[in-house]
């Protein structure tokens, strides 16, 4: 089987796991973390995955959630700024294949190449996001983006049923 099977029948592991996981699962914070835990785990060119929640106390602002992967520097992110910040301003799924030729790009390790970052909408609203990165150039192709967009979608529904309000960025 080659990598790009591989990581095809990952995928859909991943999604079958979050699936009845966000059905049963009662602390959002432990959810996040076992998903970012998960994806980092089996899918070798996601060399980063975490979530950045809009801060509910300041919707101008992305902070830091659940993460796997360095410890970054960027753990408040205005939603001005960065590839992050770019998903929110246009409330859809930004892919950037080489981040170095990308402006808007806030560095958080050297080694990163390539960037995916989806929003994660609960009411029709976006409440934060789905970022991850790659060491590897133009990593994100469509099956990429298809698979974090249904991540996204299954983890915006959970967040519309659970108790807490769904915002924020420590669950
Ligand atoms: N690269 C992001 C910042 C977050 S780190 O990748 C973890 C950006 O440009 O917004």
């Known amino acids: 089987m080659s990598i790009q099977e591989l990581a095809v029948e990952k995928r859909g592991e991943i999604l ?9 699962s009662a602390s959002r914070a432990e959810l996040l973390q076992q998903t970012v835990d998960l994806i980092h785990g089996k899918l070798p060119t996601y060399n980063w995955v975490g979530f950045y929640m809009l ?23 205005p939603v001005t700024e960065g590839i992050c910040g770019a998903a ?19 560095s ?7 960037e995916i970052v989806a ?4 009411h029709g609203e976006i409440i934060g996001e789905i970022d ?14 298809v698979f974090v967009e249904r ?7 959970y967040f519309e049923i659970v108790k807490e309000s769904g915002r924020g960025a420590r669950g």
């Open 88 to 106: 929110v301003a246009q409330g859809e799924t930004v892919v950037v294949d080489d981040v170095n030729a990308d402006p808007r790009y806030l």
């Open 55 to 77: 801060d509910p106390a300041d919707a101008s602002m992305l902070e830091l959630g659940p993460f796997a992967g360095a410890a970054t520097p960027h753990t408040r992110i």
């Open 151 to 157: 991540c996204a979608e299954i983890l915006g529904r």
């Open 132 to 145: 991850i990165d790659s060491h590897t150039a133009a990593a994100f192709g469509r099956e990429d983006r």
């Open 16 to 24: 079958e796991w979050l699936e009845g996981a966000a059905a049963s």
């Open 119 to 122: 929003p994660i909408r609960a």
């Open 108 to 114: 958080c390790s050297i080694e990163t190449k390539s």
